[in-house]
């Protein structure tokens, strides 16, 4: 019996520290016998014959791998029994070492590891001669020879596993010797005791009648096919018993998620390979991947030991690419093998149907020796169609996941991907900190869709997306929740961090975006909550920035941080709903009416519509409460009709008492996209008699200013009735008074915020004295809403304002005491048939 390793470890070059002492023992050894023993060397044509056994014994081998490394159990030990038997001490040696050279040549072994093997052999040998040489033995085959025998074929057998140990020790580790002699003593002592019977038999034949050896020859040609089939079954049955493992383990593998994991180790197992590696180029949302499970590793490595060309030669020819010493192959892809260590590579391209989705391969054959046949590729045929099969299946399912928890138009996650997540991050939360929610609700999407159609509406979409995107910090999860809401969740270390947060991230997205010759403002409003503060759980939290996000639409460009107050007036305005349906149809609502008088004479020039509610059980409703019902309603086209009639109705009663007022009327942005309106607006007029001037319509700035186009025929034909149009709320939104030059209006009212600003703001000074400027020059009247001081009304005389209003003149009225202030407040001196009623001065 004789062991060797095959495969060429790291560090190979450290065996010569063994292979030199053994070959020194030998030469010593053979020496000594050569001084000591008669007859050391016997007949050269015994030693030949008995060279040529030795040989062929080596050819049906039993091989054990232990690590990256291999070694063979061969029956020499019986052609070694019979040479001690028969021949010299120093015959015995030149026989078996001249058998080990032949077997080492003929396998083709790299230097390092031929030439341990062979010294290996000649120390065993040589050792086993001496001790068969000092123990007593006799002519015949006697219990005494036998134990002789035994004692040189153990001592053969040691000697050449203690060299496997201490090479293996040298290159690799102590503890891969340890695994070496746990593994190899037992087949070892097997083989000794079987081989040293066989030889025994074969000595006592020979003999009795040197013809039985023909006997022995004949047994030893039929061991040789038998085992020769054995060992075929026996790769076969392997194969198969791989076959289900790796079929077994793909299927159990799926719902973890390591499929390829497990695909790779098994495929290099099965393959007795060095390296199985798994190439995917980038495909869609796919990224690229190139994973191998390489021997004596754990997990996976992001490279591989093979070439390229072989990976890309399979893909381009869609065909098996093999380059082996058995199976040859290109020459050109042969020789991008010699600069890498590969000595052999099989690579399968992957089919998912007739498409190729990658490649499969394998790389070295355990053991110098061993190398890929005919017979591998088409194994190895036959699992890269079943990983194809379950890596396209795996795709499937990743995909049918990815959609199921990302939105398909952004490509962000979905509401259920952020629930998730948020769950998670609640559930972790460290003291200290906050968990944080921001709801971004894009303004003024609806129009966009209305104006130029939901294409432009998804691109708006896409383009703040990929802007939350790039500007959200790597910890934040940014995700759409469905229409024109986006969530970023992610930890801070307080509110007022979230606050902040939420400010600088709707500045940071806030840009322009050009549709071919439009160009519109991204703008957002954003509702922010907290956990814990907040709510405790994922659903609760996104109900309540729902909440804020809501208010904070209300105020454009504002951040809102939830708070109860919040929840129970949407609450409120839930309730509202059915309520307002049945005041509009029983007149419940009531009307007041705010003058807006002349700055400088404070003479009344006209007067604004505004609906109120008083409800038997809540009382008095904000108008921006149910004015936001009836939009969400659908009963904005109601409450809108009812405002008109009743301030057209009014103005011709004012007009039949000699005091012809002109009033306005707030619409909303959503009217103008209702082709109808102008013509509504037409029939009440001729309904109730009254003129077109004295009718103006306020349309808040966000409405007109949108960046679209689609308002403007709406206003044209509103102001070719000879209606006044007026800009509500100027300078709230993001729009400059260049804007208003495209625009058919006559009017801009200057929102109150700046003008009660005015007297001790100079920023609000300075803002409402420039709109005040450019738009006397562009033609249009100025009128200033929240004058409640006689300071703020100096100022405005000062920068040259026409017209305001405020609760310096008077808070909104109902009809009659609107009629009876207007009869207190009118200079009996300034009334004539060609002026307005001039004002008292109000203390």
Known sequence: MTSRPRSAPRQTEHAWLITGPLALCAVVVCLLLGLTVDTALGELPATVLLSVAMALAAIPTISVVIRRQAFDVFPTEIPLVVALFVLPPLSVVLAYTVASLAIQVRRRLLPVKLWFNVAGAAAATSLAAVVYTVLPTSAAAEPATWAALLAAVGTHTMVQLAALAGVFTVVQSWQASRELIRAASLPMLLGVTINLSIGLLIIIAWRSNPWSLLIFAGLAVAFALVYRSYAQFLRQHRTLSEMYELTKAITESGPEGNLIDVLL????????????????????????????????????????????????????????????????????????????????????????????????????????????????????????AHAAVALENSRLVDRLRHDAYHDGLTKLPNRR??????????????????????????????????????????RVLVEVADRLRGCAPSAALVGRVGGDEFLVTLRLESVEAALEFGGQLREQIRDEMVFDALTLDVDTAVGVVVHPDHGSDAATLLQRVDVA????????GSVQLYNPALESRSLHRLGLAGDLRSALENDELEIYYQPKVTLRHRRLVG???????????????????????????????????????EGLRHSRDWAHGGQSLAVAVNVSARTLTDQRFPEQVRELLEEYGVPAQLLTLEIPEAGVLDGTERPIPTLRRLRDLGVRLSVDDFGTGSSSLAHLRRLPVHEVKVDHSFVQGMATDPGDLAIVNAVVTLSQQFGLTVVAEGVESELTLELLQDIGCEVGQGFLFSRPLPFERLEAWFGAQIDPESISSSELPRLRVVP
């Open 549 to 556: 996000a809501t208010v904070a639409k209300s105020a454009p």
């Open 417 to 458: 991907r952020i629930l998730g997540a948020l769950a998670e991050a609640v559930r972790i939360r460290a003291p200290g900190e906050v968990v944080a929610l921001l709801l971004f609700d894009v303004d003024r999407l609806r129009q966009v869709n209305e104006a130029l159609g939901h294409a432009a509406g998804d």
């Open 265 to 384: 180790v098994r495929i290099r197992s099965l393959m007795q390979a060095e390296s199985a590696t798994l190439w995917l180029p980038a495909q869609g949302r796919h990224p690229e991947v190139l994973l191998t499970a390489q021997e004596g590793k754990p997990g996976l490595l992001d490279s591989t030991p093979g070439p390229a060309a072989l990976r890309a030669a399979a893909l381009a020819r869609q065909e098996t690419v093999a380059v082996s010493n058995r199976l040859a192959g290109d020459p050109e892809l042969r020789e991008a093998l010699e600069p890498t260590s590969v000595k052999e590579v099989i690579a399968v391209p992957l089919r998912s149907g007739k498409a190729v989705i990658g490649t499969l391969e394998v790389a070295n054959r355990l053991g110098d020796t061993n190398f890929f046949r005919t017979a591998d590729v088409t194994v190895f045929e036959t699992v890269a």
């Open 607 to 645: 007067v604004e519509c505004l609906a109120r509610w008083e409800h038997p059980t809540h009382g008095t409703v904000a108008p921006r409460d149910f004015v936001a019902v009836a939009e969400h309603t659908g009963q904005l086209g109601r409450l809108t009709e009812f405002v008109l009639r």
